[in-house]
């Protein structure tokens, strides 16, 4: 995964795009009739049910376009909220408060959609010991923000690039020219570039599980559309070599009996690419 440094990095550069392109040359809205001495206040609230996500984020960007501002957090990440409960209060210059407004709700709405589903299920997991993992079906650019939501709604995070894990999937499969040369082809190149990356190999069938397992150094077999009985043949099969992990199609109504069948891990598109905003709005008061 990636270190907390990088993962900074990612954060201020939404931040500085964001604003480069919703404040532009500057807010000529606000500049035009609100001096810029002028003071203001405003809280966040919520207007829908669910998990929040976001306000760290929030004070990032506040603090970004005005570090004077100051930010009293009353929900923090990663709580339940329900209509008309107040998230956060913040206070300073009426222009930077309109200047970050929009960058603040767009992410937190959309933070808070990915919490709350995640959430969802990881409450239908309990028991199980089975973990729901992300995927890179994300929105292009805000990856971050998005990633960090399902870590708030209590899931844990899939690699979050091509570059910080070996992922051999279908077409990498297909184009190396089989299993055993993807993997073997692999462990070469790691070697020479001197990378230490866990490798996760998916597996179409029964059969690729067992050529898959004729492989060393293997961290995780990723059980890709597989049926129930299937995925209990293959768990059985691998044993403790390697780590399991279920995808394809899994929803609220397959999500727990595919965990059931005993996989390490199950991963989620529609953590990320299906879900709809939170209802949220910054008032002035």
């Known amino acids: 995964m990636i270190s907390v440094e990088k993962f900074e990095e990612e954060l201020d550069i939404i931040i500085l795009n964001a604003i480069r392109e919703d404040v532009g040359d500057g807010d000529h809205s606000s500049l035009a009739c609100i001096p810029a001495s002028a003071e203001g206040k405003a809280h966040l609230l919520a207007k829908d049910e669910g998990i929040i996500a976001g306000v760290d984020f929030a004070k990032r960007v506040f603090d970004y376009v005005d570090p004077e501002m100051k930010i009293e957090v009353l929900v923090p990440d990663g709580s339940q909220v329900k209509y008309g409960d107040i998230v956060f209060r913040v206070f300073g210059r009426s222009q ?116 898959i397992l004729e492989e060393e150094g293997i961290y995780r077999i990723l059980l890709d559309n597989f049926s129930y009985a299937d995925t209990r043949t293959a768990v059985a099969l691998i044993g403790d070599k390697c780590l399991t992990e279920s995808s394809g199609g899994i929803n609220e109504k397959t999500l727990r009996m595919y965990a059931e069948c005993g996989v390490n891990f199950i991963s989620s598109g529609a953590l990320t690419h299906s879900v709809k905003n939170k209802d949220l709005s910054l008032k002035a008061f």
């Open 96 to 211: 930077s408060i309109l200047k970050a407004e929009r960058l603040v709700l767009n992410a937190m709405q959309r933070m808070s959609a990915i919490a709350t589903k995640t959430h969802e299920y990881v409450e239908l997991l309990a028991g199980t010991g089975a973990q729901i993992l992300d995927t890179r079906k994300t929105t292009p650019g805000i990856r971050a923000l998005e990633k960090w939501a399902v870590k708030i709604g209590g899931g844990t995070n899939h690699r979050f690039a091509l570059y910080d894990m070996i992922m051999l999937k279908d077409n990498h499969i297909d184009f190396a020219g089989g299993i055993a040369k993807a993997i073997q082809k692999t462990h070469a190149y790691l070697k020479e570039e001197n990378r230490d990356l866990k490798i996760i190999v998916e597996a179409r069938n029964l059969d690729e599980v067992a050529q």
